[in-house]
């Protein structure tokens, strides 16, 4: 079934990935020491032409039509770039890989909002650069989110007595004056 198998960090490239045929590339995760991170998916092309990327766990079936991949995966469509992050438990299927699926779509309006011709050409065809690796670890998403929670506290507590001082102050200032 896949195309290949890749190890994890290591970069690959598939060519020539057509609209109705996708491209399947088993991914070894077996050399992961800790599986408490998200791993990252960077992918690149040189074709300006839509496409969509996929990581999936080694199940069967495996998604390989964009209604399916979009209902049910973490996936992206792009021209040129993509990178997101997924959890590695996301992951766990038969076996210690995941697969990454690559896909022409028929159209560029999946990935652009102005098209000036876009007939859906059954020809089109893509090449991907890509490296699934080891991303942030959690832990360091939870520190992120715990010191932006402080930083949000601080600066509301800052702004109340901030307001408080200035209305406490205005009140004083002008309360001996006439008409007031």
């Known amino acids: 079934m896949p195309g290949f198998e890749v190890p994890l960090d290591e ?102 909002t102005e098209v000036e011709d876009d007939n859906g050409d059954p020809m089109r065809t893509k090449s991907f650069t890509f490296k699934l690796g080891h991303g942030v670890e959690k832990k360091d998403v939870w520190w992120l989110w715990g010191s932006c929670l402080i930083l949000l506290a601080v600066l509301s507590i800052g702004t109340f007595l901030v307001s408080h001082f200035f209305s406490v102050y205005r009140q004083d200032r002008y309360s001996g004056l006439p008409g007031v």
Do not use: K, W
Not at 11 to 19: D, F, G, H, N, Q
Not at 79 to 106: K, Q, S, T, W, Y
């Open 11 to 112: 970069t690959a490239s598939v060519s020539e990935v057509s609209v109705p045929s996708p491209q399947y590339v088993y991914v070894d995760l077996t050399g992961a020491d800790d599986d408490d991170y998200f791993l990252e998916l960077t992918v690149e092309s040189e074709d300006d032409v839509c496409g969509m990327v996929s990581v999936q766990p080694m199940n069967l079936p495996v998604s390989d039509t964009a209604d399916v991949v979009e209902s049910e995966g973490s996936f992206q469509t792009m021209l040129e770039v993509a990178a997101f992050n997924v959890d590695r438990h996301a992951l766990d299927g038969i076996g210690e890989g995941a697969l990454v699926v690559f896909l022409v779509l028929p159209l560029d309006s999946d990935c652009r």
